[in-house]
């Protein structure tokens, strides 16, 4: 198992830039993040002290640099697994969205910094009310109906990690895959796939769902990364 060390802070720009300067099995956990960012360059908002900020760091060094591109998708089997404890019915949209009831509970952006890989997780926990932007999105735990305290949270996610990061490491992603298939909610629903904000869908049609070597099959084209966009019936 990983022996954490976690540093809580109060405030911070954003908990994924503080860990780049830390080592493998630093957890940076803030209470507020002034400049938080979600994947594609969008932000992540979150009022302070009532939802989990953490981004947590991994060794990758010695892992093939194609199984390293489905660790994000680890992450969030590992979220799940530990939110499982607080709520029912959750899925993961690929490639890192955790949502309960089609609605977002939870978000990771995982990056790249040298030998390490740092997992960002935001998970809406006491959060009662969200910015108007997102409100029909987004939900939290506390709406959910758990009462649960954001340490709780933390600490569930990180023994979790720290389980599937050990089974990635030794068997890889393949040996994890049957767990995707009952948390898969892209699988069967139309989508177009995107690689950045404002460009053409880089694959549209029904999704075949998440695959053995981590890319979402979608009309017979592998996708590696991106966003998805769920066409509405
Ligand atoms: C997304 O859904 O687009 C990803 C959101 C990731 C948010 C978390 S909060 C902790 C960490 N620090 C950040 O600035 N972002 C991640």
């Given at each position: 198992m990983i022996n954490w060390r976690v540093f809580q802070i109060e405030e911070t720009p954003s908990t994924n830039i503080l860990a780049k300067c830390g080592r493998p099995g630093d957890v940076f956990c803030a209470d507020f993040q002034t400049a938080g960012r979600g994947r594609l360059d969008h932000k992540w908002l979150s009022t302070k002290g009532k939802n989990l900020m953490m981004s947590v760091v991994l060794d990758v060094s010695g892992n093939d640099p194609h199984e390293v591109a489905t660790f994000p998708l680890v992450v969030g089997l590992a979220v799940i697994t530990a939110l499982k404890r607080y709520a029912l019915d959750l899925k993961l949209k690929w490639p890192n969205d955790i949502l309960a009831s089609d609605k977002k509970l939870a978000?990771?952006?995982c990056e790249r910094n040298n030998d390490s890989l740092i997992a960002g997780i935001g998970v809406n926990i006491l959060e009662r009310s969200f910015p108007?932007?997102?409100a029909a999105r987004a939900t939290s735990l506390?709406?959910?109906?758990?009462?649960?305290a954001i340490c709780d949270v933390r600490d569930s996610i990180l023994e979790e990690i720290s389980r599937y990061y050990e089974i990635w490491s030794k068997?890889?992603?393949?040996?994890?895959?049957?767990?995707?298939?009952a948390i898969d909610y892209l699988k069967g629903r139309e989508v177009q796939i995107f690689e950045q904000d404002d460009a053409?869908?880089?694959?549209a049609g029904i999704c075949s769902g998440i695959q053995e070597n981590g890319t979402l099959l979608v009309n017979n084209v592998q996708?590696?990364?991106g966003e998805a966009h769920v066409?509405?019936?």
């Open positions: 978000g990771i952006l108007a932007e997102i506390a709406i959910l109906g758990a009462k649960t068997d890889g992603f393949r040996s994890l895959w049957k767990h995707f298939v053409l869908p880089a694959a996708i590696w990364a066409k509405l019936g």
